[in-house]
């Protein structure tokens, strides 16, 4: 996922519930997917930062060793300055680019479709 190219507000906005179930016809599940995608995107960049921020661990053990890395800086407020997962999932939710689906609505429509 690109983060740069997201269209997500990076402050909380008041969004109209009714635009949040059009797709689902129903609010806690529209709420319930996007929960689920934030938290699946919040690891996806807990990851990137990881990786990117072993590239300057240290593994001595003295803290007089200690020292302020310009561009180990740099991610971080890179990072900081992202819109939050939850903004990033309701902006994909909203413009239908996560995909979902329910097994049991599944499993009924199979059932509908033998009789």
């Known amino acids: 996922m690109d983060y740069k190219k997201s269209k997500a507000p990076v402050n909380t906005v008041t969004r109209n519930i009714m635009d949040l179930c059009q797709n689902t016809d129903n609010i806690y599940e529209s709420v319930a997917i ?14 990137d930062l990881s990786k990117k921020l072993a590239e ?7 803290l007089e060793e200690v020292f302020e890395n310009r561009e180990q800086i740099e991610i971080s407020r890179y990072y900081e300055k992202l819109p939050k997962p939850t903004l990033l999932a309701t902006q994909e939710f909203v ?20 009789d």
């Open 56 to 62: 300057f661990a240290s593994y001595n053990d003295s």
């Open 95 to 114: 413009e239908g680019r996560v995909y979902w689906r329910d097994p049991l609505r599944d499993a009924q429509q199979g059932d509908e479709r033998q």
């Open 34 to 47: 996007i929960a689920k995608r934030s938290n699946q995107i919040s690891v996806q960049i807990k990851e």
